[in-house]
Antibody
Framework: HLVESGGGFVKPGGSLRLSCAASGFTFSDFYMSWFRQAPGKGLEWISYISGSATYTYNADSVKGRFTISRDNANNSLYLQMNSLRADDTAVYYC???????????????WGRGSLVSVSS | DIQMTQSPSSLSASVGDRVTITCRTSQTIRTYLNWYQKKPGKAPNLLIYDASSLQSGVPSRFSGSGSGTHFTLTITSLQPEDFATYFCQQSYSTPPYTFGQGTKLEIK
């Protein structure tokens, strides 16, 4: 079970921090990712973090502006979003990542999303 | 980045119909292809992973096939709750984990 929070309205250039509370599984055992879906658009993967937080990776569209982090003691995932732009307006989802022995990675548990709206 | 081409972009069908959605990739991704269902205001729901493995709890009317660069999602005997948007997603090699543009399945 995943629940996002922290979304809202912000002006261009502003900042927001999204949180994702996890329950029902051993949080530290799993990579986690953030995705987003802009109005009328498809899904976009934007960031991942390894279980121990050793590895992180961001999409080019958010590199240098967004930072993913996690607190395994509190079963929480975060996305710090700085220098927000109008095209960052979207519903943001957190998701659990599973890696099969075959090498395929997929996302099996998703939150219901948190809306971020960037407008002047 | 690996490009995804999903077709059709929209599809009208009736309850009980069989429908097929196609996803093609710009380079081979072996079987590292997943399918999700998305309804407005709801979280994405994983249907198929690794091209053809049915996610636990997903009805058996959903099936996936393919490898390399050509993949399909088939829904047999459409149910009212299946009308939604469907996305393919690849997870080959390193990120970004790109998605297809989506197929909106509507009631005829």
């Amino acid at each position: 079970h995943l629940v996002e929070s922290g979304g809202g309205f912000v002006k261009p250039g502003g900042s927001l921090r999204l949180s994702c509370a996890a329950s029902g599984f051993t949080f530290s055992d799993f990579y986690m990712s953030w995705f987003r879906q802009a109005p009328g658009k498809g899904l976009e993967w934007i960031s991942y973090i390894s279980g121990s937080a050793t590895y992180t990776y961001n999409a080019d569209s958010v590199k240098g502006r967004f930072t993913i982090s996690r607190d395994n003691a509190n079963n929480s995932l975060y996305l710090q979003m700085n220098s927000l732009r109008a095209d960052d307006t979207a519903v943001y989802y957190c998701a659990r990542s599973v890696l099969k022995p075959t090498g395929c990675r997929y996302f099996d548990i998703w939150g219901r999303g948190s809306l971020v709206s960037v407008s002047s | 980045d690996i490009q995804m081409t999903q077709s059709p972009s929209s599809l009208s069908a009736s309850v009980g119909d069989r429908v097929t959605i196609t996803c093609r990739t710009s380079q081979t991704i072996r079987t590292y292809l997943n399918w999700y269902q998305k309804k407005p205001g709801k979280a994405p729901n994983l249907l198929i992973y690794d091209a053809s493995s049915l996610q636990s709890g997903v009805p058996s009317r959903f099936s996936g096939s393919g490898s390399g660069t050509h993949f399909t999602l088939t829904i047999t005997s459409l149910q009212p709750e299946d009308f939604a948007t469907y996305f393919c997603q690849q997870s080959y090699s390193t990120p970004p984990y790109t998605f297809g543009q989506g197929t909106k399945l509507e009631i005829k």
